[in-house]
């Protein structure tokens, strides 16, 4: 079993930045692929960007790609989402998981119970 507990979330305003963290505890991390998924208000649960288990691949939603940056540090047993250039679309509870998922929401066995991330002025 892998627990996971997201952290980092909080307000901002359009065009700040906030850090994300993704820490697991009751098995490494090592051995599985990555992802940030997060749910705006009155939406599905929709793909943000994922991570393989070196970290040597990333992939990134068309809608998050080349203000997200997703990175992990397996000695920590933590998974990060550094997210800049924030605009009011991006607020949502942003959810980790673990599994080999990809980009599917379906294929990951592991899910932290999400953190809030609002953007607003």
């Known amino acids: 079993q892998v627990q996971l507990v997201e952290s980092g979330g909080g307000l901002v305003q359009p065009g700040g930045s906030l850090r994300l963290s993704c820490a697991a505890s009751?098995?490494?991390?090592?051995?599985?692929?990555m992802g940030w998924f997060r749910q705006a208000p009155g939406k599905e649960r929709e793909f943000a960007a994922a991570?393989?288990?070196?970290?040597?691949?990333?992939y990134y939603a068309d809608s998050v790609k080349g203000r997200f940056t997703i990175s992990r540090d397996n000695a920590k047993n933590t998974v990060y989402l550094q997210m800049n250039s924030l605009q009011p679309e991006d607020t949502a509870v942003y959810y980790c998981?673990?599994?080999?998922?990809?980009?599917?929401?379906?294929?990951?066995?592991?899910w932290g119970q999400g953190t809030q991330v609002t953007v607003s002025s």
């Open positions: 009751g098995r490494t991390l090592r051995s599985y692929a």
């Open positions: 998981a673990a599994g080999p998922g990809w980009v599917l929401e379906a294929g990951y066995n592991y």
């Open positions: 991570i393989s288990w070196s970290g040597a691949i990333t």
